[in-house]
């Protein structure tokens, strides 16, 4: 299964929060941004200093985050991400997420039915909205 997945999922994982994503263990090609280093490592250095993280368990969770990246297809922020990104959408986005949608919108051709895994509403909506089948928030109506 060819999924383009945010910060959020991976830290999810990571992190051992409730509420995972159903699909992840059916990911056979994880895609994501270059943003997602950046996203998921300053999100623990934050929880080191909001929480007061033991190095050991702050260690573990970073050597987690650069493990499974290393594992993704990684789409380079590049001038041509931060470009689509910053063109409309049909929905309202903040510049991160403007960033993953971008750079799936980018990628979507070179991977055969390329889903979508978030766990962000706005950012869920927005790749509905883009075509993208969608799993994490659920479908409101």
């Keep these: 299964m060819n999924v383009y997945v945010d910060s959020s999922v991976l830290l999810r994982v990571v992190l051992g929060e409730p509420n995972r994503l159903r699909i ?27 929480f007061g993280l033991e190095d050991r368990v702050l260690s573990n969770h970073r050597a987690d985050v650069l493990e499974a990246i290393d594992a993704f297809s990684l789409v380079a922020l590049d001038s041509i991400v931060v470009d689509r990104a910053s063109e409309p ?8 997420d403007a960033i993953h949608l971008a750079s799936a919108l980018l990628v979507r051709q070179e991977f055969e039915e390329l889903a979508f895994a ?6 869920g909506i927005a790749a509905r909205a883009m075509g993208f089948s969608v799993h994490g928030p659920p479908r409101k109506t």
């Design 24 to 50: 992840w263990p059916k990911i056979t090609n994880a895609v994501s941004s270059q943003l997602i280093r950046l996203e998921c490592l300053r999100t623990i250095d934050r929880a080191r200093i909001r």
């Design 89 to 96: 959408f049909p929905t309202a986005l903040g510049s991160l």
């Design 118 to 123: 978030t766990h962000d509403d706005k950012l």
